[in-house]
C-alpha cells in the first residue's frame, strides 16, 4: 500500500486587501469571517508611506482595537494561526518579517522540509527568531534575493523548494501582494465597480463585498498591485488568464437575519436547503446513479456528522435502491484502501471540502481508480476537484461549528440519490417537496420552541442523556447525541434499540431519560418494545414521532413524513441542543476546543 505523506493540509486563515478603504479594518472583518477555520493567533500588517507596520497577538480576533491602531493604509495582509510547529506565542504568529522589514509572510501549511531548509540556511549565516517553519520561507526568500533583484523570482525559486503542502502570501512594503498555493485553499475576489481585490482561504470571506472570483490552483502564483493582478504557473512562469466566476448571493448571506445565534438560524434553514435539492438538475443525479448501479460496491465516507450522514447515505442506498453500500468514518478507513477497486465508488459528503482525513480516503481510492462523487457546500473544494461527480448542497455558508443544515441537506440528498438509482426520483421529489414545507411549519409554530425549550429544561439537569434507535432512525439519534455533546459539553449515549439488552440495558432505572426518534415503519414494533424495556427499568421516554405512541412519558409531535420521516426527527433534536446549550450559557456557535474545518490530520 502507498502511503501519502503530503496530503495533510493545515487550517488558518490568509486575507489580503488593496482598495480604497482602510485595509486594516476590512482584514478584521475578513479574519472573523475566517474564524471557524481555528485560530490560536493572529496578526496583520499593513503597508503605508513605504513602510510595513505589523501588530499580531494570541487568542481569537476580538481585539479590534489593538488592528485599529494601525496606520491608515490602502494595502494589508491578515493571518490566523492554527500553531503546528512552535508554540502559540505573539512571536510565532504571522506575518513574519523579512530582515530589512521589506515584506512580511503568512503561511498556510507545514514545510515538511524546514529542518533541513533550515540547516542550510544556518551554513550560510542566517539566523532565526521564532520557532516556526514559516520563518525558513522568510530566510529562504532573502536568500534567493542575493541571487536576483526580482522578489517575485525570489519567491519562486524558494517556493519549488518547499515540501509539503503550503500556501504562502506576502506583502511588501510597496502594498504588493505576492501568494502562492500548492495545498490549502486560495481564492482570489475582485469587484470590478471599485477596484477592490481580495487574496483569502475562502471565498466567504470576501462574497458581500465582490463581484468575481478566481480560484487559484495548485502551483500557480498570484501578483497584486493596486493597478493589476496577474497569475502565473510557477514552473513554468508562464502567465495564466484569470476567469472569473459569479460569486454566488447565498454565499453573501453571512449574517444572523435577526437570529440570536447562527445556530438557530442554520436550522431555520433546513427546509430551504431541501428546497435547493428539488431545483437541481435531475441529469447529473441519473448520471451518478448509473455509475452507482455499475459499482461493485459503494463506500459513503464523512467525518464527525458527516460520518453520520455517509451511513445514513448507505443506508438509503441498500435500502431504497438495493446497493451494497458501506458507511466509513475517515480516519478510521485505512483497513479498506487495499480493498478498494476501479469497480468501486466513493461517496463523500462534507461541508467544507477540505476534511483532511476524508482526503486522505479519496486519494488512495483515486490511486485504485475508484470512481469518486462529493457533495460539498463550499464552492472550490479540494474534494471537488478531486471528484469524478462533484455535487454542490447551495445550502449557503454554515458559520455554526455545529452542522445542522448541512446534516440536513447531506441526508435529503442521499435519500434523493437512492431513489434516483431505483428509477422513483419524481416520487422522491414529491415526498421531498412535503418535507420541505411541513418541516418549515414546524419551525415556525411557537408550540414547537415552547415544548422543546420545556424539554430541554429537563435533560440540562441530568449528567448523562441517552438517545435510542433503530434502522432509518439510528443514525439520526447517534447524530442526536453528537449535537448534545457539542452544545452541552455532557456526555449523551446514542443506543441503537437492538442492542439495548446487550449492554445499555445495564444503565436503565429511575432518573434516566431516554430520547427516541420512531417512524411507523417495519421496525416499528422492536421500537416499541425497546421502550417499554427501558421503561420497566424505570427510565423515562421522550418520543420523537408523529403520533403519541404507548409507552411514551412525553411525546414531540412532528409531522407526519412517510420515507423521510427520518430526516423530520433530526430537527427536534437540533434545537434540543441548541435549547440546552443556551440554558447552560455555553458558546453555541463556537463550542469549545472543535473546529468547523477540521483540515488536520
Ligand atoms: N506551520 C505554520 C505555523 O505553525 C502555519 C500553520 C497554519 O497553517 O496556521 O506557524
Given at each position: 500500500?502507498?502511503?501519502i505523506?503530503n496530503?495533510?493540509?493545515?487550517?488558518?486563515?490568509?486575507?489580503g486587501?488593496i482598495?480604497d478603504?482602510?485595509?486594516?479594518?476590512?482584514?478584521?472583518?475578513?479574519?472573523k469571517?475566517?474564524?471557524?477555520?481555528?485560530?490560536?493567533?493572529w496578526?496583520?500588517?499593513?503597508?503605508?508611506?513605504?513602510t510595513?507596520t505589523v501588530?499580531?497577538?494570541v487568542?481569537p480576533i476580538?481585539?479590534?482595537?489593538?488592528?485599529?491602531?494601525?496606520?491608515?493604509?490602502h494595502?494589508g495582509?491578515?493571518?490566523?494561526?492554527w500553531?503546528?510547529?512552535?508554540?502559540v506565542?505573539?512571536?510565532?504568529?504571522?506575518?513574519?518579517?523579512?530582515?530589512?522589514k521589506?515584506?512580511a509572510?503568512a503561511?498556510?501549511?507545514?514545510?515538511?522540509?524546514y529542518k533541513?531548509?533550515?540547516?542550510?540556511?544556518?551554513?550560510?549565516?542566517y539566523?532565526f527568531?521564532?520557532?516556526?517553519?514559516?520563518?525558513?520561507?522568510v530566510?529562504?526568500i532573502e536568500?534567493e534575493q542575493t541571487?536576483?533583484?526580482?522578489?517575485?523570482?525570489?519567491v519562486?525559486q524558494?517556493?519549488?523548494q518547499?515540501?509539503?503542502?503550503?500556501?504562502?502570501a506576502?506583502?511588501t512594503?510597496?502594498g504588493?501582494?505576492?501568494?502562492?498555493?500548492?495545498g490549502?485553499?486560495l481564492?482570489?475576489?475582485?469587484?470590478?465597480?471599485?477596484?477592490t481585490l481580495?487574496?483569502?482561504?475562502d471565498?466567504?470571506s470576501f462574497a458581500?463585498?465582490?463581484?468575481?472570483?478566481?480560484?487559484?490552483d495548485?502551483?500557480?502564483l498570484i501578483?497584486?498591485?493596486k493597478?493589476?493582478?496577474?497569475?502565473?504557473d510557477?514552473q513554468?512562469?508562464?502567465s495564466?488568464s484569470?476567469?472569473y466566476e459569479?460569486v454566488?448571493?447565498?454565499?453573501?448571506?453571512?449574517?444572523?437575519a435577526g437570529y440570536?445565534?447562527?445556530?438557530?438560524?442554520?436550522i431555520h434553514?433546513?427546509p430551504?436547503?431541501?428546497a435547493?435539492?428539488?431545483?437541481?438538475p435531475?441529469?447529473e443525479?441519473?448520471?451518478?446513479?448509473?455509475a452507482?448501479?455499475r459499482?461493485?460496491?459503494v463506500y459513503?465516507?464523512?467525518?464527525?456528522?458527516?460520518?453520520?450522514a455517509?451511513a445514513?447515505?448507505?443506508?438509503?442506498?441498500?435500502e431504497y435502491?438495493?446497493?451494497?453500500a458501506v458507511?466509513?468514518?475517515?480516519a478510521?478507513?485505512?483497513?479498506?484502501?487495499?480493498?478498494?477497486t476501479?469497480?468501486?465508488?466513493?461517496?463523500a459528503p462534507?461541508?467544507?471540502?477540505?476534511?483532511?482525513?476524508v482526503l486522505e480516503?479519496?486519494?488512495?481510492?483515486r490511486i485504485?481508480k475508484?470512481v469518486i462523487a462529493?457533495?460539498?457546500n463550499?464552492?472550490g473544494?479540494?474534494?471537488?476537484?478531486l471528484s469524478?461527480?462533484a455535487?454542490?448542497?447551495q445550502?449557503?455558508?454554515e458559520?455554526c461549528?455545529?452542522s445542522?443544515?448541512?446534516?440536513?441537506?447531506q441526508?435529503?440528498?442521499?435519500?434523493?440519490l437512492a431513489?434516483?438509482?431505483?428509477?422513483?426520483?419524481t416520487?422522491a421529489l414529491k415526498?421531498l417537496?412535503?418535507l420541505?414545507?411541513d418541516?418549515?411549519?414546524?419551525?415556525?409554530?411557537?408550540?414547537?420552541h415552547?415544548?422543546?425549550?420545556e424539554?430541554?429544561?429537563?435533560?440540562?439537569k441530568?449528567h448523562?442523556?441517552?438517545?435510542?434507535g433503530?434502522?432509518?432512525n439510528?443514525q439520526i439519534?447517534?447524530?442526536g447525541?453528537?449535537k448534545f455533546?457539542?452544545?452541552?459539553?455532557?456526555?449523551a449515549?446514542a443506543?441503537?434499540a437492538?442492542?439495548l439488552?446487550?449492554y445499555a440495558?445495564?444503565?436503565m432505572?429511575?432518573?434516566v431519560?431516554?430520547v427516541t426518534?420512531?417512524?411507523?415503519d417495519?421496525?416499528?414494533s422492536?421500537m416499541m418494545?425497546?421502550m417499554?424495556?427501558?421503561?420497566a427499568?424505570?427510565a423515562?421516554?421522550i418520543?420523537?414521532?408523529?403520533?403519541?405512541?404507548?409507552?411514551?412519558d412525553i411525546?414531540?409531535?412532528?409531522?407526519?413524513?412517510a420515507?423521510?420521516s427520518?430526516i423530520?426527527?433530526v430537527?427536534?433534536?437540533?434545537?434540543l441542543?441548541?435549547?440546552?446549550?443556551?440554558k447552560?450559557?455555553?458558546?453555541i456557535?463556537r463550542?469549545r476546543?472543535?473546529?468547523?474545518?477540521?483540515?488536520?490530520k
Amino acid at each position: 500500500m502507498r502511503t501519502i505523506t503530503n496530503l495533510k493540509i493545515y487550517m488558518c486563515g490568509i486575507f489580503g486587501y488593496i482598495g480604497d478603504s482602510n485595509a486594516s479594518e476590512m482584514i478584521v472583518r475578513g479574519l472573523k469571517r475566517l474564524e471557524y477555520r481555528g485560530y490560536d493567533s493572529w496578526g496583520i500588517a499593513v503597508a503605508a508611506k513605504h513602510t510595513l507596520t505589523v501588530v499580531k497577538q494570541v487568542g481569537p480576533i476580538g481585539d479590534v482595537e489593538k488592528a485599529l491602531t494601525l496606520p491608515s493604509s490602502h494595502a494589508g495582509l491578515g493571518h490566523t494561526r492554527w500553531a503546528t510547529h512552535g508554540r502559540v506565542t505573539q512571536r510565532n504568529a504571522h506575518p513574519h518579517f523579512s530582515t530589512d522589514k521589506s515584506f512580511a509572510l503568512a503561511q498556510n501549511g507545514i514545510v515538511e522540509n524546514y529542518k533541513e531548509l533550515q540547516k542550510q540556511l544556518f551554513q550560510l549565516g542566517y539566523t532565526f527568531h521564532t520557532e516556526t517553519d514559516t520563518e525558513v520561507i522568510v530566510r529562504l526568500i532573502e536568500y534567493e534575493q542575493t541571487k536576483t533583484t526580482s522578489l517575485l523570482d525570489a519567491v519562486k525559486q524558494a517556493f519549488k523548494q518547499l515540501s509539503g503542502r503550503n500556501t504562502i502570501a506576502l506583502i511588501t512594503t510597496e502594498g504588493e501582494i505576492i501568494a502562492a498555493r500548492n495545498g490549502s485553499p486560495l481564492v482570489v475576489g475582485r469587484n470590478t465597480k471599485n477596484g477592490t481585490l481580495y487574496i483569502s482561504s475562502d471565498t466567504l470571506s470576501f462574497a458581500p463585498y465582490v463581484d468575481g472570483m478566481y480560484m487559484v490552483d495548485n502551483g500557480q502564483l498570484i501578483r497584486a498591485t493596486k493597478s493589476e493582478v496577474s497569475c502565473q504557473d510557477i514552473q513554468t512562469g508562464k502567465s495564466i488568464s484569470m476567469h472569473y466566476e459569479h460569486v454566488s448571493t447565498r454565499h453573501s448571506e453571512v449574517d444572523k437575519a435577526g437570529y440570536e445565534h447562527y445556530m438557530l438560524k442554520e436550522i431555520h434553514e433546513n427546509p430551504q436547503v431541501i428546497a435547493a435539492l428539488l431545483k437541481q438538475p435531475a441529469k447529473e443525479y441519473e448520471r451518478l446513479a448509473q455509475a452507482i448501479k455499475r459499482a461493485r460496491r459503494v463506500y459513503a465516507v464523512g467525518s464527525g456528522t458527516a460520518g453520520i450522514a455517509a451511513a445514513q447515505i448507505a443506508f438509503y442506498l441498500r435500502e431504497y435502491a438495493h446497493i451494497d453500500a458501506v458507511g466509513l468514518v475517515g480516519a478510521d478507513a485505512k483497513e479498506y484502501y487495499d480493498y478498494f477497486t476501479p469497480d468501486d465508488l466513493i461517496i463523500a459528503p462534507s461541508q467544507s471540502g477540505e476534511t483532511a482525513d476524508v482526503l486522505e480516503v479519496i486519494e488512495h481510492a483515486r490511486i485504485k481508480k475508484a470512481v469518486i462523487a462529493s457533495f460539498v457546500n463550499m464552492p472550490g473544494s479540494m474534494m471537488s476537484r478531486l471528484s469524478d461527480f462533484a455535487f454542490m448542497a447551495q445550502a449557503g455558508p454554515e458559520i455554526c461549528v455545529m452542522s445542522t443544515k448541512i446534516f440536513v441537506s447531506q441526508i435529503a440528498w442521499g435519500y434523493l440519490l437512492a431513489k434516483t438509482v431505483a428509477n422513483k426520483r419524481t416520487d422522491a421529489l414529491k415526498q421531498l417537496e412535503k418535507l420541505s414545507h411541513d418541516m418549515g411549519d414546524y419551525l415556525q409554530k411557537p408550540e414547537t420552541h415552547k415544548q422543546l425549550k420545556e424539554v430541554a429544561r429537563i435533560l440540562v439537569k441530568k449528567h448523562d442523556i441517552f438517545l435510542m434507535g433503530k434502522y432509518q432512525n439510528l443514525q439520526i439519534v447517534r447524530e442526536g447525541m453528537v449535537k448534545f455533546i457539542e452544545g452541552t459539553y455532557k456526555h449523551a449515549h446514542a443506543i441503537a434499540a437492538g442492542d439495548l439488552k446487550h449492554y445499555a440495558i445495564t444503565l436503565m432505572e429511575k432518573g434516566v431519560i431516554v430520547v427516541t426518534a420512531l417512524s411507523r415503519d417495519s421496525v416499528y414494533s422492536d421500537m416499541m418494545n425497546a421502550m417499554h424495556e427501558v421503561k420497566a427499568r424505570g427510565a423515562t421516554v421522550i418520543g420523537i414521532s408523529a403520533d403519541k405512541e404507548e409507552g411514551m412519558d412525553i411525546h414531540i409531535p412532528v409531522p407526519k413524513e412517510a420515507e423521510t420521516s427520518a430526516i423530520m426527527h433530526v430537527v427536534p433534536l437540533q434545537l434540543l441542543a441548541y435549547y440546552m446549550a443556551k440554558k447552560l450559557g455555553n458558546n453555541i456557535d463556537r463550542p469549545r476546543n472543535i473546529a468547523k474545518s477540521v483540515t488536520v490530520k
